[in-house]
């Protein structure tokens, strides 16, 4: 699976956009990126996935850039419940399909 | 989502016995569990890939006779630390998915202490 590079992280004041980013330049085109967030001594939480396309769901936007080397995690409007690490991680679809996770991003939410 | 569920959240066991951790799929068929281990300020590690009916498939550098794991049925898969010691206190977590290029769902994890 291809590595992913996240900065160590964000902050973010509540109400505003979190545009959280990714660098994905080695992913091959059969790899998805997905993320995931951890919210501290809790099990990660699934987010969203994309191929390609934007993605958008009740919890998050994920835009990934035309040659799909990097990619922005967008929580529209953060609130202090949104406080955790969040995950990059590109995965194929088939195969072993383990995530492997790296160090993250840890987003802070200011009040 | 689909949810996951750990049981116990935490456990205290004294050096030398052995913990048991559930890992149970509560509305899904997993074919597939995954076990991982998270250190204090660290990111989660993959320890070993379990499919229903199968022996695991154990990262390297992982004991497969200190952890033991076994996937009995498509709902529950269970991972034994044997013969613990203060070095095994970490936090533990499962995942599952349904099948091959599915979303995985993570239980809420196991913060075991070893005395």
């Known amino acids: 699976d291809a590595k992913t590079t996240q900065p160590p992280s964000m902050d973010c004041a509540e109400g505003r956009a979190a545009n959280l980013p990714c660098n994905h330049s080695?992913?091959?085109?059969?790899?998805?990126v997905y993320w995931y967030r951890q919210i501290h001594s809790q099990g990660p939480q699934y987010i969203i996935h994309g191929l390609k396309n934007n993605e958008t769901n009740e919890m998050a936007s994920l835009i990934i850039t035309e040659d799909r080397k990097s990619s922005t995690l967008i929580l529209p409007h953060a609130t202090l419940r949104d406080t955790a690490v969040y995950y990059c991680?590109?995965?194929?679809?088939?195969?072993?399909?383990?995530?492997?996770f790296g160090t993250g991003t840890r987003l802070t939410v200011i009040p | 989502g689909a949810v996951v569920s750990q049981h116990p959240s935490r456990v205290i066991c004294k050096s030398g016995t052995s913990v048991k951790i559930e890992c149970r799929s509560l509305d899904f068929q997993a074919t597939t569990m995954f076990w991982y281990r998270q250190f204090p300020k660290q990111s989660l590690m993959l320890m070993a890939t379990s499919n229903e009916g199968s022996k695991a498939t154990y990262e390297q550098g992982v004991e497969k006779d200190k952890f033991l794991i076994n996937h009995a049925s498509l709902t529950l898969s269970t991972l034994t630390v044997t013969s613990a010691h203060p070095e095994d206190s970490s936090f533990y977590i499962c995942s599952a998915r349904r099948g091959p290029g599915t979303e995985a769902f993570f239980g809420q994890g196991t913060r075991l202490t070893v005395v």
């Open positions: 080695t992913i091959s085109g059969n790899e998805y």
């Open positions: 991680i590109v995965r194929a679809q088939t195969g072993a399909n383990n995530l492997f």
